[in-house]
């Protein structure tokens, strides 16, 4: 839109005549536009025309070129016309006259009115806007204020007009002018006063201590831009500071030279799957530990995973699936509580029907996620019960966190006052309130246990049939489930190292006479369908009025298409 003028003409009956002419740049085809005007500071608006220098457009509801039609909500007038535009430059006036747009005071009256909008969808190039007053007054009994936000916008006042230029308004600008004139330039007989306690010197005092806040407003804004970079900087410093003192005195990790980063295979001891790797997940539980607790449990003949007849589907065409049950004779073996928990789980989804790990994770909603909130706090407790984490490099964390809040609201302060510099001070010490989690430290044996696992894990990675214990492939897999190796690195260990003729290597999965599969192969998949049903619950248990003194009318806006 590279020009809007718009002749605002006042009568002596006290309504506004209004002729805004709109210039577009059509780049493409285009076939409609539309006048938003909102219903604030005017009691009626009527005989509503859009023109061209050459053509008037016809009042009809319909899409045809050379229409317009006029709607309304609770809040908006919409004048919307037709027509077909391509590559060229077109102009449309729109006419309308308004009642009740002036305050109307025993001696001066006011028209307040806000000609272009914020929120337009274009730029505003050039524009100027006339308010033009009946009879002919002089400028020293004329008084007008500029309330545009358009940064060039510039007010003059001559006999009986006020003109408002600019050369430019953004999207998010407006074009607002407040104009004060005596009474008297109205017909006394076709108007009434609206505003008795509409006072020149009271408005003229107002805005001149309007003006001073603004002076002062503009000062404290200097001064503000002024220290907001040295601000933001002693910001962030002081965030640093904060931190470096929180993780050196507290969470700085303990000396572990004695012990080796080198690759093995040796599984470092005994630790049950499930709990060592909430040590290796940053003291967290995963779908991963529970399917990796299910397999050992297996191995030590409290259920069979058995590969059975798959009913056919038109949407899978695998032949088979793998399904748990409970054997007739379980192992004299205690159990602690968190294993006792997936005995039961398992045993209850069995019973139920839902026996194959798809089933057993997937469907079965809320209840099972519920459960899994339980068997993760059962897990906590016995992990926390090690004493691998020590608690005080917790007071660490509070230490951190308290200081980097109080920075973060001094950051949000300097951010209102000073501008957007500030962000990088907000940012500094949000990344490093986040960071607290690295304050928190194993306890020196946690780390040396950490130290030994992290060497098995790796070692495991690259495992093959010339470095790995044969017999113990069964327990290897298991805690590379546990420890979360990917589903390349899973089938590689299994590939690398199975060995066929040994048939105790995974002597609790079951493979069906004939299958493709070997229980190798078998494990290999079961762990991927296992880790990828129990993701399904293990992430989701984380779980208008006539004019009134100095309020601004008006705020047109639009759009073409």
């Known amino acids: 839109m590279p020009e809007v003028n718009i002749k605002a003409t006042i009568q002596d009956d006290g309504t506004v005549l209004v002729e805004e ?6 780049a493409g085809s285009f076939s409609w536009a539309d006048y938003r005007l909102p219903k604030q500071g005017f009691k009626e608006i009527r005989d509503i025309r859009v023109t061209e220098p050459d053509s008037s457009y016809i009042n009809e509801n319909s899409e045809e070129p050379g229409t317009f039609s006029v709607s309304e909500s609770d809040d908006l007038i919409v004048i919307k016309w037709q027509y077909d535009a391509t590559d060229e430059i077109r102009t449309y006036t729109i006419h309308y006259e308004l009642e009740g747009a002036i305050s109307i005071g025993p001696e001066y009256s006011e028209f307040f009115w806000t000609f272009v909008g914020e929120g337009r969808d274009k730029v505003i190039g050039r524009s100027e806007i006339s308010v033009q007053i009946p009879g002919r007054i002089s400028p020293e009994s004329m008084f007008s204020w500029n309330y545009s936000s358009a940064s060039d916008s510039e007010l003059n006042e001559s006999e009986s007009t006020f003109t408002l230029r600019s050369n430019r308004v953004d999207r998010n600008q407006n074009l607002a002018v407040r104009a004060l004139f005596p009474t008297s330039v109205f017909q006394t007989d076709l108007i009434e006063v609206t505003d008795p306690n509409l006072d020149l010197e009271e408005i003229v005092q107002e805005e001149a201590e309007y003006d001073e806040m603004l002076q002062q407003q503009a000062e404290r804004d200097a001064f503000y831009s002024e220290i907001a970079l040295p601000v933001t900087i002693l910001l962030s410093l002081l965030s640093f500071a904060i931190f470096y003192f929180s993780y050196s005195r507290y969470g700085k990790r303990h000396n572990t030279a004695t012990i080796s980063d080198r690759e093995t295979v040796v599984i470092p001891d005994r630790t049950p799957p499930a709990i060592i790797g909430r040590l290796m997940s940053s003291r967290h539980t995963t779908g991963n530990h529970l399917v990796a607790t299910i397999f050992d449990l297996a191995r030590r003949g409290w259920f069979k995973i058995e590969e059975n007849e798959k009913e056919s589907s038109f949407f899978s065409s695998e032949k088979s699936e793998f399904q748990i049950s409970i054997p007739d004779q379980l192992p004299e ?4 509580k968190w294993e006792q928990m997936v005995v039961d789980f398992v045993s209850r989804q069995v019973m139920a029907g839902n026996n194959t790990f798809d089933k057993m994770f997937q469907k079965s909603g809320s209840k099972t996620a519920k459960w899994f909130n339980l068997w993760k706090k059962e897990i906590k407790q016995v992990f926390d019960d090690k004493g691998w984490i020590d608690k005080s490099s917790y007071t660490g964390v509070y230490i951190n966190v308290a200081g980097q809040f109080f920075i973060d609201v001094a950051a949000i302060f300097v951010l209102i006052l000073a501008g957007p510099i500030a962000i990088i001070a907000f940012a500094t010490t949000l990344i490093f309130m986040i960071g607290s989690t690295a304050i928190i ?4 044996e ?3 246990i950490f130290r030994r696992w992290k060497a098995y894990r790796e070692g495991l990675k690259n495992a093959d049939d010339r470095t790995i214990e044969m017999e113990l492939l069964d327990q290897h897999f298991i805690y590379a489930t546990a420890l979360q190796l990917s589903k390349k690195e899973l089938n590689n260990l299994i590939q690398s190292s199975y060995d066929s003729s040994r048939d105790n290597q995974f002597h609790w999965i079951h493979t069906r006479h004939g299958s493709t599969h070997t229980p190798a192969t078998a494990a290999s998949a079961l762990a991927t369908l296992a880790a990828t049903s129990s993701s ?5 248990s984380g779980s208008s009025s006539g004019a009134s003194t100095g309020s ?4 047109a806006t639009g759009g073409a298409g």
């Open 21 to 26: 002419s709109r210039t577009y740049n059509y």
């Open 446 to 448: 946690g780390e040396e």
């Open 552 to 555: 601004a009318g008006g705020g």
């Open 536 to 540: 399904s619950f293990s992430s989701a």
């Open 333 to 336: 073996e205690d159990l602690p």
């Open 441 to 444: 430290r194993r306890t020196k």
